[in-house]
């Protein structure tokens, strides 16, 4: 009777220690994928970083070099004005000696000393027209240069603002459909299907045990569930471009109208992208199917967890990148 007792006491304990197992195993589950997600965020960042230090870095030159044209602008108006003195000096000079030779009653050696004068102050007077429409040229020159530099900055200025708003509204967009996705998937669990960003796209793993069967493409009943949940996010969101890809193992496989890993896994992208297109207003031209066959494993090695575990059908999203890279092709 008491070993009895000891046995169905040892039996409730093993079964009510299972669920929260299960659900530490989801959290570390989830613990590690957050932690892969921070590290490409991190790194996302620090790209971001070194591309607005050197953005920054570029505009600091501009505001220095137009510091330096104003600058010299400056050094060439008081030059201008200077030869402008000079001139109205030399001129005034040149109209006073031309007066006074047309008055001139004098000797003809006064009279030649005086034309003498006269062609010497011409002379002059020429040399310093030249100086000043030189002067004149030269302030014209920094001028148009300091504009050009003030609209290069503005230019610089108007498209890392236009650069970092379509960023972020990218990287908003992803979050929101990253979130939208996990939401429409609350009823499935970690081990069945997993949904994550990288490289800027959202990634959404589904297990072959949630899809299919072993070898098989057709789409089982809980797979399509959950496809059609995706499909009916994916239809309000216009300007996300769909691929799925089919990832099977290493071990060789053939049966009947199917002759290898890579025929396999192309139809179960195939399989999968139906079911999405029956079941939303997704725009086929937006989603294409694709088989990777074996060589784009997650898990290296011939146990049978990473058999499984590379066993599956990606769903990448990725948003249209056209106005980004408007932005980055006009530079």
Known sequence: MKKWILVSFIAIVYSTACIP???????????????????????ENEELKVSKNELSAEVQRLKKQIEQLLQDTTNLSRRLQKEQYKYADLNKSYTDALQKFKNSSGSDADNKEL???????????????DALHKAETDLLKQQKELAASKSQMESQNSRLQELEKALQQKDNALLALRKSINDALTGFSSDELKVHMKDGKVYVSLEEKLLFQSGSYQVNTQGAE????????????????IIVEGHTD??????????????LSVKRATSVVRIMLDNSQIDPSMISASGRSAFLPVKDGSDAASLQANRRTEIILTPKMDQILNLLENK
Do not use: C, M
Request: hydrophobic share 40%.
């Open 250 to 263: 290493k071990v060789p496989f053939k049966s009947g109208v199917l002759l290898d890993n890579w025929d």
């Open 115 to 129: 034309l003498a004068f006269l062609q010497k102050l011409q002379e002059e007077l020429q040399a310093r027209e």
């Open 21 to 43: 197992l299960k659900q530490y195993q989801e959290t570390a589950d989830r613990a590690n994928q957050l932690d892969q997600e921070a590290g490409i965020l991190r790194s």
């Open 226 to 241: 959950a496809l059609r949940k995706i499909a009916r996010v994916l239809e309000e969101n216009k300007n996300i471009e």
